[in-house]
């Protein structure tokens, strides 16, 4: 059970601990955690959506004397760079394992495999090429805030909606855990009523901007479809990596939501 807030000391502990732990921010990391810790912080991760989603942006509108394919390619590496490619490093794990037809317990053993496969190798070069594409393409500059912003967001049903993502199917032996952050983004993390609506309401500027509510449906569509499908593949149950996936597919989706409506902005 998430334990309830007890003030503004913790709330700001909380959004610390959710932008040191989401992005590669240069800020001094929490000297210890506490029970507790990782569920409060779900309610800031849309500060993490606004920092990584604002840098990008930020790549996107400065004015440089660049290729199209060039200018999209350094906000890409931004992207990556402030993330750490947490979320695309759990993309290409969770695709390994996803796509294998095995068991459910031997997909978790996938996951417990540092090697990247050909599922994972393709699927990642499959979503940075497309992403690269996106953000090539003619779409508004904040289209990568408001991408970030609701990716993380909408991230917390899940997390809502399904257990941690352990091995005790047949065969398996341990608890899954496989990127650094895999425990964290687990049960541990799992906020409650609290977190979701202050996490909702640190999100509701993006939803102001022209055309975000299409992106914003795109992401929640995405996300939960996404989650159902992992949680299937995996006997009920999500883990670090299928979060990671969900935010980057979320993303991509929220961008192409915005995409799709480019003739609105020519127009404009």
């Known amino acids: 059970m998430t334990p309830p807030p007890s003030g ?4 700001l502990r909380a959004a610390w601990l959710a932008l040191t732990f989401l992005t590669t921010l240069p800020l001094p990391h929490l000297p210890e955690l506490r029970d507790g810790d990782f569920a409060r912080a779900s309610a800031y991760y849309p500060l993490a959506g606004y920092a990584v989603g604002g840098l990008v942006s930020l790549v996107l509108w400065l004015p440089l004397a660049l290729p199209a394919g060039v200018h999209a390619a350094l906000a890409l590496g931004g992207w990556l760079l402030l993330t750490g490619m ?3 490093d759990g ?3 969770s695709a390994d394992a996803l796509f294998a037809m095995k068991s459910p317990a031997q997909r978790l053993e996938i996951l417990r ?3 990247v496969g050909a599922f994972g190798l393709a699927t990642g070069t499959l979503t940075l ?6 953000l090539s393409a003619p779409l508004p500059t904040f289209a990568p805030l408001v991408a970030a912003v609701a990716a993380r967001t909408v991230l917390l049903l899940p997390m ?4 941690a993502a352990r091995q005790t199917l047949p065969g398996a032996a341990s608890p899954t855990t496989t990127s650094p952050g895999a425990t964290s983004l687990g ?7 609290h977190e979701g609506l202050v996490a909702l309401g640190l999100a509701l500027p993006t939803l102001l901007l022209p055309g975000a509510w299409t992106a914003w449906l795109a992401a929640l569509v995405t996300a939960l479809l996404l989650a159902r499908f992992a949680a299937a593949r995996l006997g009920g149950g999500l883990n670090g990596d299928g979060y990671g996936m969900i935010v980057t597919v979320t ?3 929220a961008l192409c939501a915005l995409a799709w409506g480019l003739p609105t902005w020519g127009a404009a």
């Open 8 to 11: 503004w000391r913790d709330e």
């Open 86 to 88: 947490l979320h695309f």
């Open 91 to 93: 993309l290409v794990d």
């Open 113 to 115: 495999d540092v090697h």
């Open 129 to 134: 090429l497309t992403l690269w594409s996106l």
């Open 160 to 163: 809502q909606l399904y257990p």
């Open 187 to 193: 049960a541990s993390s799992r906020g409650g009523r």
């Open 251 to 253: 993303e991509l989706a």
